[in-house]
C-alpha cells in the first residue's frame, strides 16, 4: 500500500468518518421502536448485498453494532454500508459452516435466495438456491443453535388461495418455482422448530417497494415506475393497469422484522406470518405519482411476469402479526409515494 494511505493518521481518520457514517443513516423512529432482547448479538447475513439486505444494513449496523455483523453475498456492492464482508456462496455447505464457525453468530438472516421473474426464467437455479440453500444454512444454524430469519413471500399463495385480504393460515398451492420453494422454506424451518426445538422465523413480506434497484422479481415495476417518472416522466409497465395487489413499504418491512426477531418465542403462536403495508393497482399507483408530476404517462406492454402476478394475493391479512408482536405499519399509498419520489430524485442527483 501506499505510504500516505497506510499512514495512522490516514486510517484512523478514514475510521472515525466511517463510524460517523453508520451513526447517520438510519431512521431514528424505527430505531427507537426496537426494544432489544439481549438474545441477539451477532449477526451474519447472507445474500446481504441484495434489495432487502442493503436497506436493513445501516440498521444492523446501528442497533447491534458494526463489528457484530458480517455481511456475505457472492456478489460485492462496492458502495455497501458494511463494515465486514465476506464471499459465501449458501450452495457451499463446508464454506457456510467454517464461516459461521469463525464469525460466531448467534443469529442469521438468510436473505440469499433467486426471485419469482428470474425463478420462472431458470427453475433449476432456483431450485438450487431456494432448496439446497436454504437446507445448508438451516442445517448448520440448528446442529449449532444459532437462530435463524428467512422471508417467505405473498408469492408462496397461488390462485386457489382467497385473494382479498389472505389470512395467515390458508390454502398455498403456488404455481411457479419461487412459490414452492418458498412453501418447503416455510414447512422445513417450522419444522425443525417442532422437531429440535430450533429458534426459525419468517414473515411473508409483501411486495417491497425501497429505493434500492431491484431485479429478478415480478413485481419489480412497484420501483422502476419512480425512476421512470423522476428520469423521464414516463414509464413501460409490463403489467395491467388494473393489477392490484399487496405492498410493504421498506420502512414498515426492516421496523417489522426487527421487531419481530427480538420478540419473545413464547408470544409467536407461529413461525411464519403475514405483513404489508397497504394495497393498490397499478394504475392507483399512476394516479398518486400523477399528484406529483402531473404530466407523467404509463404505456402498458405485458409479458410473462402478468400470469405470475396473477396468482398473487390482492391484500393480506396480518392482525396475527399485529396482535402476537405488536406489527405496526406505517405507510399507505399517498405517504409511500410522496416519501418515494423524494428519496428518488435526491438519489439520482447525487449520482
Ligand atoms: N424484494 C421483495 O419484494 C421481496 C418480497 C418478499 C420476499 N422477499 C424475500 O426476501 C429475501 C431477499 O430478497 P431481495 O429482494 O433482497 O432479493 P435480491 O435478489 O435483491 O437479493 C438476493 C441476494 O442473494 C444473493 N444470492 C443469490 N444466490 C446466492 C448464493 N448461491 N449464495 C449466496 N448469495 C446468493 C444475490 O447475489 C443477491 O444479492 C429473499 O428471500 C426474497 O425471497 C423479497
Redesign the pocket.
Known sequence: MNKFLSSPLLQKSLFHLHTQFFSQVADKEILNSIIKSGRIKRILV??????????ILPYLNQIYGSDNILV????QKSNAICKNFQF?????RNKVESMIQLFKPDYII???????A?GELNPK?CL???ID?FKNVLDVACEKKISLF??????AFGVTTPKINTPNTTIMRPSTI?GCS?VF?ELLGSYYKQKYGMDFRSI???????C?E????S?DFSIEIFYGAIRKKEYTCYLKEKTRMSF?YIDDLIAGTLKMIETDSEKLSESVYNIQSCSFSVGELAAAIRKHISDFEVKYEIDFRQKIVDTWPESLDDSLSRKDWGYNPKYNLGQMTSIMLKLVKEKLSYG
Open positions: 447472507t445474500g446481504g448485498h441484495g434489495q432487502l439486505g442493503t436497506e456475505t453475498d457472492i456478489i459465501l456462496d449458501v450452495l457451499d438468510h436473505f440469499a435466495a433467486k426471485l419469482s428470474i437455479a438450487s438456491v431456494n440453500g428467512t422471508p417467505s413471500t405473498i408469492g419461487y418458498k422454506t411473508r413480506y409483501a411486495q417491497t417497494i425501497s434500492t431491484a431485479f429478478g422479481g413485481g410493504l
